[in-house]
């Protein structure tokens, strides 16, 4: 900027008394980088800089927009948006987050900034460039949601894990840290399962998992820290030693074929409306099926299926995905509990007061207590408390699938009830 153009510019802030960013504008550039929208309005909109982005109740930011925000800032700042660079020949003296400011700038009028608001094309441009079209768009409560159930939210915001979902990444990550592709595993599953069927952002967390496989495969080959311990064994198996710990072994499920069906699945955008946590929108041949064997109402069975396959129906989540009343779902508790399918009890943390009949495990510090009778369906390692394989226990294979799977075991005698099930080992199979 030429001296001339300076002085213009700060002639036009003088006489600005406040600027607002245009919503259009908002939500070009959102469209363009995958940023969310108040982000967008925070960088472009005359942000003031505070201390680790700690923002004044001006801004008018949620909690969770706050949070997201403060992520992405990070994520910005300190050279981070040119460590994607392909070349990386950007001026390093002159940051990815300055850069990217700058191309706000319309090189031919820099008061038009001022006055008119930043140069979108430029800004995607350039994010483009470097980071690629967005793969996919997510609301920044969906970004919270899925970074608290992966149990990341406590990482430093410079971790790539917990920024890096909507982003595309054609070259394959270079680390083998163990962790690394667990957090992230357990991102692209929490996302996944999060999104609707018909969501078309689908195809893209398979190619992320895909991704993540092809990285794990060539990095982590023959890695001094995973064990050859079959999944569903005991959390204190002695194959367990050293570097082997149970908590890092969840990138074998993508690099044994685990996965396999859930990926391809996910490839397909579905012709389904709906919450896909109702049976009666995944699966509703199978609530079907349950209604007939069970002779219960059709409710009655979409909540029963609900309770014998999720590790954590909440009485606030199945209402939600239900789109029941308090009233609707005391109804059916009650038809379920006379006929002794579901049982009364108090578990700290568990969100709901109705359990499967049978023993059951403990919540960890993270993780809510759930029945015993669910834990071959998420391959927890064998112990009192939970052991999830991943934090928060996210879905291993398409829900529809899941339904299925647990119906059919109960048709085949497999049913909860007030039985030891450690007495026998589970050897899950793979989900190919």
Not at 116 to 128: H, V
Not at 337 to 357: K, N, Q, T, Y
């Amino acid at each position: 900027m030429n001296a001339e153009d300076f002085l213009a510019c700060l002639d036009a802030i003088s006489e600005t008394s406040s600027r607002t960013l245009n919503e259009d504008a908002i939500k070009e550039i959102s469209r363009g980088t995958g940023l969310i929208p108040a982000t967008v309005r925070y960088v472009f909109g005359g942000m003031k800089h505070h201390d680790d982005f700690d923002f004044p109740s001006s801004y008018g930011f949620t909690t969770v927009e706050r949070a997201i925000t403060r992520l992405y800032l990070h994520f910005l700042a300190d050279e981070c948006l040119d460590h994607f660079s392909k070349n990386n020949n950007d001026d390093q003296q002159f940051t990815g987050f300055l850069q990217l400011l700058a191309h706000a700038v319309p090189q031919t009028d820099p008061v038009s900034y001022i006055q008119q608001g930043p140069d979108t094309a430029a800004i995607i441009s350039y994010w483009q460039e470097i980071l690629g079209e967005p793969g996919m768009h997510i609301t920044a409560d969906m970004h919270y949601k899925v970074l608290v159930d992966s149990h990341v939210t406590l990482h430093s915001p410079w971790y790539r894990p917990v920024y890096e979902i909507i982003f595309n990444r054609p070259e394959l990550d270079p680390s083998s840290w163990p962790p690394f592709y667990k957090d992230s595993l357990a991102i692209y599953l929490h996302l996944a399962q999060n999104l609707e069927l018909n969501d078309p952002g689908r195809p893209f967390v398979a190619h992320k998992l895909t991704w993540l496989r092809e990285s794990a495969e060539k990095n982590l080959k023959n890695s001094e820290y995973l064990a050859t311990v079959p999944f569903g064994s005991s959390f204190t198996d002695p194959g367990f030693t050293g570097d082997k710990r149970p908590d890092v072994q969840a990138i074998r499920l993508l690099m044994d074929g685990y996965l396999d069906t859930y990926i391809a699945d996910l490839s397909i955008v579905h012709d389904v409306e709906g919450c896909p946590w109702d049976p009666a929108v995944s699966a509703p041949e199978v609530v079907n099926q349950v209604a007939t064997h069970l002779r219960c109402s059709h409710d009655a069975a979409r909540y029963y299926l609900q309770m014998l396959s999720l590790m954590y129906p909440t009485d606030a989540d199945i209402r939600r995905w239900n789109s029941w009343d308090a009233a609707t779902h005391r109804a059916v508790v009650a038809e379920l509990a006379d006929r002794g399918l579901i049982v009364e009890g108090h578990r700290a943390r568990a969100g709901r007061s109705w359990f499967l009949p049978g023993a059951w495990l403990e919540g960890g510090k993270k993780d809510r207590p759930t029945e015993e009778w669910k834990a071959k369906h998420y391959l927890l390692w064998q112990d009192l408390k939970v052991r999830p394989v991943l934090p928060g226990s996210p879905l291993l294979m398409p829900i529809a699938q899941l339904y299925q799977q647990v119906w059919q075991r109960y048709i085949a005698g497999d049913v909860p009830g007030y039985v030891e099930l450690r007495t026998k080992k589970y050897r899950p199979r793979k989900n190919r």
